[in-house]
């Protein structure tokens, strides 16, 4: 019968065993990221690349695992007397629910920082300019008179943003081109007398359910694919870029590390505007550097999740009758997993800050 020498190991070896097994996991959790930051870097040496304010329910989640792990520093110093004396064992307990539903928390909040960049436009993967369906490459929309223009995501009459209710019309004017695009044909009625749709600066006319062009010619499903994307962008509220708001305030765009301007619906690369062959790259490029966002929070994300259930596991362990010197190295390994996710946090908040 083969011998456990296991059961021969003193405490303190058997505790330094565990300890690099958990060392070692942080190793290979540290080589992975810094696998990402540096492929993030490199990426952004000859390729267009978007910059934008972190979400705010980034910094929420920052505060709770910053919280998470103080209250587990608490934890174990109370555990240390309930081992001993069992004098500490509530304030162990009340410290580990702490940890626990703030690490929840810390969760919670980097879901709802994914649904501000949504908000935003930073999708995990879509284009940086609007290619299809852009306003007045096709299609134009005059309003009592008078033609609606685009400059940068903004929608404007004589110079001035639509305001809400001229907005609202708009939108309800396109929403009857969302789902038009259909090879079987299309029909449309019921559009509100105040537009007026234009095709290559033509006026179309509705006939029987179909846009007829001046000369009597019918638009198709190839151009009316067209009109269902610039009606999506409407709806959006994208004129010319997928990120919502103002290019040089809300977000910004660099090629090899110099910002570009925005004039008369061009981009501007210095003071000229930007070349014909670097307007087909940066129209056919996608957002790479939301893409590595979405991927280095997400993954430390998946880590978090996992520790979590080791949380709960402690969690319930403390209120264990039976604390003993065991279930508090347990206690301490899993402290020493938490602090080093909550410290890589800071680092990945800090490499976006500065980098992103």
Do not use: C
């Not at 400059?151 to 004017?173: E, F, H, T």
């Not at 009625?189 to 000369?215: A, M, N, T």
């Not at 259930?309 to 010197?325: D, V």
């Not at 080093?340 to 946090?345: I, R, T």
């Amino acid at each position: 019968m083969r011998k456990d020498y296991s059961q021969e190991l003193t405490p303190e070896v058997r505790e330094k065993m565990k300890k690099n097994l958990v060392y070692v996991s942080i190793f290979s959790i540290v080589m992975i990221f810094a696998g990402f930051t540096s492929a993030y870097i490199v990426s952004m040496g000859d390729t267009f690349w978007v910059k934008y304010p972190l979400p705010s329910g980034f910094w929420i989640s920052t505060v709770l695992i910053g919280l998470s792990s103080l209250f587990y520093i608490l934890a174990i110093r109370a555990s240390k007397g309930a081992a001993l004396s069992k004098g500490n064992t509530s304030r162990m307990r009340i410290f580990m629910i702490a940890t626990l539903l703030s690490g929840i928390g810390f969760a919670v909040f980097q879901w709802v920082g994914y649904g501000q960049l949504v908000d935003s436009g930073a999708n995990f993967r879509n284009s940086i300019m609007v290619v299809d369906g852009r306003y007045g490459e096709y299609f134009e929309v005059k309003y009592k008179g008078q033609f609606i223009e685009v400059d940068g995501n903004d929608y404007m009459i004589a110079g001035k943003p639509l305001n809400k209710a001229q907005s609202d019309a708009l939108k309800a004017y396109m929403k009857k081109f969302e789902t038009t695009a259909d090879p079987k044909g299309y029909h449309i009625e019921g559009l509100s007398p105040d537009f007026v749709l234009y095709y290559r600066d033509e006026p179309l006319s509705l006939q029987d359910g179909k846009f007829i062009r001046p000369g009597g010619e019918v638009i198709q499903y190839l151009d009316m694919r067209r009109l269902m994307f610039l009606a999506w962008n409407v709806r959006d509220g994208r004129g010319d870029f997928f990120h919502r708001g103002k290019l040089g305030e809300d977000f910004h765009v660099y090629y090899k590390g110099k910002e570009l301007s925005y004039k008369n619906r061009s981009l501007m690369f210095g003071n000229k505007v930007l070349s014909a062959p670097l307007q087909s790259k940066i129209n056919q490029s996608r957002d790479t550097a939301t893409s590595y966002l979405y991927i280095v929070t997400v993954l430390h994300l998946l880590h978090i999740i996992g520790a979590l259930f080791y949380l709960i596991r402690m969690t319930k362990l403390s209120f264990s009758a039976n604390f003993n010197e065991q279930n508090q190295l347990s206690l301490r390994l899993g402290a020493i997993f938490w602090h080093f996710l909550g410290l890589l946090w800071l680092y990945l908040l800090l490499f976006l800050l500065f980098i992103h």
